[in-house]
């Protein structure tokens, strides 16, 4: 996120919703159980849908590729990713579309593997109907989806390492010889933890202090 | 370990426990009390003259117990800081001065006795929580005999009794009559694997920390002879297996099978009596020795700091982070990382390639020397805002000022507002924009879910953090559910509006589910809480009006709990189907009439 999308956010924002439809097939964990082309192909009777499409891997970067030239190309200003959770993906999504110029909060994602392929596995036909549902939802959010941006705030510099064992040790030093300052807080009297009371630790048998 | 205490940048607070926690990555603002160590831990030299003196014996934590050490004292040589500190609950001589021979060996005046606890206040950018592990007490497990038969240690205790550092000074002796053992047993997954006591999970280290102490045995004492009852050896990592076999190869035998019962027999042996499952016969062994190997158990201040950076844990009570696979290092909450064994039982090489790993990602977002906030805040429409103050009151940031004596409307602090929507949700005048999650667009999504054959969905709003996430975990875990359930997103529960549920109902919904983190969990410090009042009073609402009640359900799901989730989803699904579609439409006319009459009243 840099001074570049501040320059292009506020494009396309006040013009009509032209909104882009991605199902994403996630190689077979959603196309086994719902039929990504058809969801595809009925989203795109739904209103200013401009193009929607089932894609084999969104993420990949050849799927990302053809999502940003969509985007290019038939002037979208919206996006639905219809694949897998945005707790995994929604930050590879905001970027890639992003890169094409638009506002990262222009996108909203259908959750069709999580919350679909995944736990309807024997009900294809009723997943691809949810997939369907969830993907009209998406697309009435998206709809209605503003520009946002962000800000920026000072940062302190110092990290806090809580426990003194041999992990917040390492923590510790690592941080510190990259030149961060460290508080390191250990609740006993001394540092160590569990690693100082081994004699010899494996796999090479020396010793642990 | 001394390079992290001289270390220019590392500032090193022992005895020490974080108390608060406020603020937001990159500007965490933190409070420390440290303990009072009684003695000054810079000008103390550990020159040992004050423990000469010092008449109080008490058994020595460090060698878990087996040796002894004076109420003023050093935890073990090496220790980080050297200083020495006293025990004041142990000691003699501070309040009134009975004792005090300490202050009088010190040459170096250190020892100060109204030494008090300190507050520490600081803010830091980022926060790696390393706060490690329990060892388990085997004690519930009585048919082991640990503490009724003294020639039965733990892995732990053992260790110090091998350590050339320990109290027999690296011998191994027996405790009861300190003689060598010549035959030692051990016994694997004390404490782990196990449905019916201690955890289910799989400790991690105890298969190889035994399989180094036969090693270390083999190498002392290559005569003695050394069984292990082990359920299967577990030596998974790089050099593991070789190490494995070479015990084998040195002699340890390994015989497959727990042992169900361990008797005391004469001249303290330890009989023991197990299935060895690979010849399905019972056999006896009698031992000089036996070793538990103990698994591991969540730090116990876990839960405390959990709840004080709004983190959350697996079933197994560790720390769970942000995406097992993808994010293995992030906590939910941005800027606060995991290392070691805090986040799951792990070995020493684990622990340090984590703690490396959150540092990276630690560095990652600090090395910019600012931050960029996510824009999901709250915003004022100034013009509605009637100065009532619920805002303010409702927002667990304080990120809300409101004057309501000079009249003057809510204003949002961007940099402390962390997106929960909660006072959106509390604001009866509409005057609190919660971007990206604006009334229109949730109630966008609840039109659309039930624009057609509204009677069979499940309306199930879920917050991003514990029941989304608990949802795609259910998902992870290929929980199947019934597939009329459609969820809407908030970043938190207390975003879910009342009117987001009378549009619901009103748009024809047979259940409803407003669900959010366990209270106590939730992302938003307690914003929850809110979310628990506003539902019980709508349930008092629907009452009133004639609406089954039962039809709104409040669920706290975790993001760990995908069995719950998946529970709570077919427990909704025969709610739903109570739900006639007679009932429906009278709630649909209830809640129009009702409609008609406010807008009545409004003009």
Redesign the interface.
Known sequence: ?DARMNEKMVINVEEEVRIGVYVCQCGLNIAQTVNCEKVAEEASEIGDVIVSKSIGYACSEPGQKEIREDILENGLNRIVMASC????HEPTFRQMIQDAGLNP?LLEMA?L????S??????PE??T??AL??V??A???V????S??????????????????????????????????????????????????????????DC?? | MTDAGRHPRITLHTMSEIVGVKGYVGNFDVKIVKKARYVDEKECTACGDCVKVCPVVRPDEFNMGLSSRKAIFSPFPQAVPSAYLININECLGHNPSVCAKCVDACDKKCINFHMSDEEISLNVGTIIVATGHEPYNPKELDEYGYTRFENVLTSLEFERLVNAGGPSNGELVRPSDRKHPESIGFIQCVGSRSARKGSEYCSNICCMNTIKSTLILKEHYPDMEIKVFYMDIRAFGKGFEDLYKRSRRLGVQYLRGLPGTVEETEGGKIRVAVENTATGKIEFYELDMLVLAIGIKPSKGTRRLQEMLGLQLTPDGFYLEAHPKLQPVDAATRGIFYAGTAEGPKDIKESVTQASAAVARAIRLMHRGEIKTEPITAEIIDEKCKFCGKCAEVCPYNAIKVDTKKKTPAAVNTAACAGCGTCAAECKFDAIIMNHYTDDQINNQTDTMLRNKSEERILVFACNWCSYAGADYAGVSRLQYPSNVRLIRTMCSGRVDEKFIWHAFLKGAPVVLVSGCHIGDCHYIDANRWTEKRIEKVHKKMEKMGIRPERLQLEWISAAEGIRFAGVMKKMEGLRKSVSEHEITETVEILKKKMKKKKKQRS
Not at chain 1, 118 to 123: A, L, N
Not at chain 1, 143 to 146: A, I, K, S, V, Y
Not at chain 1, 173 to 179: C, F, K, R, Y
Request: aromatic share 4%; proline share 4%; with cysteine.
């Open positions: 996120m959770s945005p707790r995994l909060y959750n593997r999580e919350q679909c995944w736990v309807h596995m024997k009900e009723a997943a109907q949810k549902d969830l009209e939802m697309v009435s959010r709809r209605l989806l503003e946002l941006s962000e800000e920026t705030l000072p940062l302190i510099k110092r990290s806090l390492v809580i426990g003194g064992g041999v992990a917040g040790i390492q923590a510790a030093l690592d941080l510190a010889d990259n030149g961060y300052d460290v508080v390191m807080v250990e609740k006993h009297p001394s540092i160590g933890g569990t690693m100082a009371q081994l004699d010899k630790t494996f796999p090479t048998m642990s202090i």
